[in-house]
């Protein structure tokens, strides 16, 4: 996604990174920052709505409702946080 907002937005800085030989390793980077901060995002928010293992036992359907809830909301901070900004 990041490579392609590039392209699409930022033609002059895709071109760049591509004729420095960056846009790979800065791709790489997106990525991993994205994972990490999906997961601490995933954390975070589970934490402070109560989602636990003791409800993931006691009602699953709920915890899956609110797990997914949760990581789409992360995903919308990531994606405008890290992949569609510079």
């Given at each position: 996604?990041?490579?392609?907002?590039?392209?699409?937005?930022?033609?002059?800085?895709y071109?760049?990174?591509?004729?420095?030989?960056?846009?790979w390793?800065?791709?790489a980077?997106?990525?991993?920052?994205?994972?990490?901060m999906?997961d601490?995002?995933?954390?975070?928010m589970?934490k402070?709505e109560?989602?636990t293992?003791?409800?993931?036992?006691?009602?699953?359907?709920c915890?899956?409702q609110?797990?997914?809830?949760?990581?789409?909301?992360?995903?919308?901070?990531?994606?405008?946080?890290?992949?569609?900004s510079?």
């Amino acid at each position: 996604m990041r490579k392609r907002f590039l392209e699409e937005n930022h033609r002059g800085i895709y071109s760049y990174m591509i004729l420095s030989e960056t846009l790979w390793k800065h791709l790489a980077e997106i990525d991993e920052e994205c994972n990490e901060m999906m997961d601490r995002l995933v954390r975070q928010m589970a934490k402070k709505e109560g989602v636990t293992e003791q409800l993931k036992s006691d009602d699953w359907l709920c915890w899956l409702q609110k797990m997914n809830s949760i990581r789409s909301r992360a995903e919308e901070v990531v994606l405008h946080d890290l992949i569609y900004s510079l």
